[in-house]
């Protein structure tokens, strides 16, 4: 496609885009809603917990670990190329998926998805980048924000739907159809484009994250799972994978094309917006793991019903998604960031207010302010990531905005799943004694578990559920605490280091008029022209004053003639 053509059709490329984002939002919503059936023996595959967490971790480990190196094969080979392979590997992972007969087979094949997820979305953000011009970007990106709300609400709701008339595989093959349709809609629509410097794929650092998250959260999991927090087997992966980061980041800072470029991190407003965006999703991530327990084993709700309680959070972003950028033209990143993430740190403590008989239009408003808070903060970071890098490190961008959201959901599973599980153990520990040794460990795994053994006892079992019940809730409590603390914590850190909004004064306006104008004079005595110069300058500044200087240097040039 020529330039012109590619601005004509702008909108109808992002629209495609956003398909290729729709399949990888609403894979991971429909899978929290299954959860509790994949986890049943009779109609699911009797997952344990700790198989649930590594059902979604294997998905997120893979995704956040070969993001940049995804992100730099686009530069190199060509993005809308990356783009369509990608989208062809998640729809075949999803088919697996649909189809494991066991556990292990679901995570293995979840971790095909996490390749062709991250072979997507890198490209997404950076084919926006380039055919978008910087004023319209923001917006653009807005957008493609706002397709995460979008996958939210349909994917519960869906999901819920097939659970009630086919069996848990089927939510999976939602994928397949909207993978095709991406691929097809690509390869007529989507413009090639590369990166003429473009760096080598960095395989020592892509084998050193994986294996270091994988350490780190397998550590976190087995604590969960049963093991005391200070014994070797906990300790010992979760140091390890510690070690093996830290080298990792110390490889990546002294290598000329690195998978994860560590030295971006030293961009004050960078730094600070990936940090922002990584605890938004450690709060998201928590909340969507729980709250279908909550909704599902505590208070009884079927599949679908938890899918249409989830659709007010994807309401609620794509309310304020597209309505970040303006809002930050008016009140500055700074406020609107920091806003976000204040109604997502509510959002997140309000769940440590609700038991087992709780109205449920407080879980829809919930889910309605976090929903608000992410639509609010995300496009204005990502936006703040994005300007904060020359276009040809688009893709650099993009992978450091999506690895932080993966790695931050994966750490939030392993994590706060780990800690709801000890809690909840330790809570249900009194009733359990009561059981035989023989099934006292598989009861205390999980609120599904327990529920499952005393269906098996029958009229016997009857006395575990509503102790089950109350510790679910007991452990939920803890659990939301600390994750609304850390986003308290998230939005200290935005007022702190992202900077404010500020206007420049007549003066600074006019000393960048006239050098300007001496650029472009420059210019033109190269034999270029006065306002392409200046329209380049202008783009390359990328603020809205600055392209505004043209008239007036253009006044100037007619004045001095």
């Given amino acids: 496609m020529d330039t012109q053509q590619i601005q004509r059709t702008r909108w109808v490329i992002l629209s495609v885009l956003v ?48 993001l940049f190196s995804f992100g730099v094969l686009g530069d190199r080979i060509g993005r809308k190329r990356v783009l369509m392979a990608g989208l062809v590997l998640f729809g075949l992972g999803s088919l697996i998926s649909a189809y494991s007969h066991s556990p292990d087979q679901l995570i293995a094949a979840r971790a095909v998805m996490g390749l062709g997820g991250a072979a997507v979305m890198p ?32 994917g519960p709701v869906l999901g819920g739907l097939l659970l009630a008339h086919f069996w848990w595989g089927s939510v999976f093959l939602i994928n397949v159809p909207v993978t095709i349709a991406g691929v097809i809609a690509a390869a007529i629509l989507v413009p090639e484009s590369r990166n003429p410097a473009a760096g080598k794929i960095d395989y020592v650092g892509v084998l050193g994250s994986v294996l270091g998250l994988v350490l780190l959260v397998y550590g976190i999991v087995q604590g969960g799972d049963g093991e005391s927090w200070g014994s070797l087997g906990v300790l010992g992966p979760a140091l390890g994978g510690l070690v093996v980061l830290g080298l990792f980041a110390w490889y990546e800072s002294r290598i000329e094309h690195p998978s994860l470029d560590v ?44 899918g249409l309680l989830a659709v007010p959070f994807a309401l609620g972003q794509f309310v304020m998604s597209p309505r970040s950028a303006s809002l930050v033209n008016r009140l500055g990143v700074r406020r609107v960031m920091a806003a976000g993430m204040l109604a997502n740190a509510v959002a997140i403590g309000g769940w440590a207010f609700l038991d087992q008989s709780s109205p449920i239009w407080i879980v829809a408003v919930m889910f309605f302010v976090q929903g608000a808070g992410l639509g609010l903060a995300i496009p204005a970071a990502t936006t703040t990531i994005m300007q904060a890098l020359p276009r040809e490190r688009a893709g650099a961008g993009s992978a450091l905005t999506n690895t932080a959201r993966q790695i931050a959901v994966a750490l939030s599973v392993a994590a706060l799943g780990s800690i709801l599980s000890s809690a909840y153990r330790s809570s249900l520990n009194p009733t359990l004694a009561h059981l035989p040794a023989s099934a006292r460990n598989a009861a205390g795994s999980s609120i599904t578990a327990t529920q499952a053994v005393a269906a098996q006892l029958g009229h016997a079992g009857q006395f575990l559920l509503a102790p089950a019940d109350s510790a679910f809730v007991d452990a939920m409590r803890i659990t939301t605490a600390i994750a609304a603390a850390l986003a308290v914590v998230g939005g200290l850190a935005v007022m702190r280091w992202i900077p404010g909004r500020r206007r420049p004064t007549f003066a600074e306006i006019e000393e960048l008029v006239a050098a300007e104008v001496a650029a472009a004079e420059r210019d033109l005595a190269a034999g270029r022209d006065l306002r392409v110069g200046l329209a380049r300058s202008a783009e390359l500044a990328g603020t809205a ?10 006044g100037a040039e007619l004045s001095e003639r």
């Avoid at 653009?140 to 706002?146: E, F, L, Q």
């Avoid at 998201?284 to 327990?293: D, E, H, L, W």
């Avoid at 505004?548 to 253009?554: C, I, K």
Wanted: hydrophobic residues 50%; aromatic residues 12%.
């Fill in 545 to 554: 004053e600055l392209a505004g200087t043209a008239e007036l240097a253009e």
């Fill in 263 to 306: 030295r971006l991190f030293k961009i004050r407003a960078l730094s600070a917006s990936v940090g922002s965006v990584a605890l938004l999703f450690f709060g998201f991530g928590g909340v969507y793991f729980f709250s279908s327990f909550y909704l599902q084993n505590v208070r009884g709700y079927s599949p679908l019903e938890t």
């Fill in 19 to 66: 398909v290729g984002l729709l399949a990888i939002v609403i894979d991971n919503t429909v899978l929290n809603v299954a959860l509790k059936t994949i986890a049943k023996p009779a109609g699911g595959l009797g997952a344990s917990q700790s198989q649930l967490e590594w059902a979604i971790n294997s998905y997120t480990l893979v995704f956040a670990g070969l």
């Fill in 123 to 154: 490209q997404t953000l950076s084919i926006i980048a380039n055919v978008f011009e910087p004023g319209e970007r923001a917006r653009a990106i807005g957008i493609w924000t706002s397709a995460v709300g979008i996958g939210v609400a349909i």
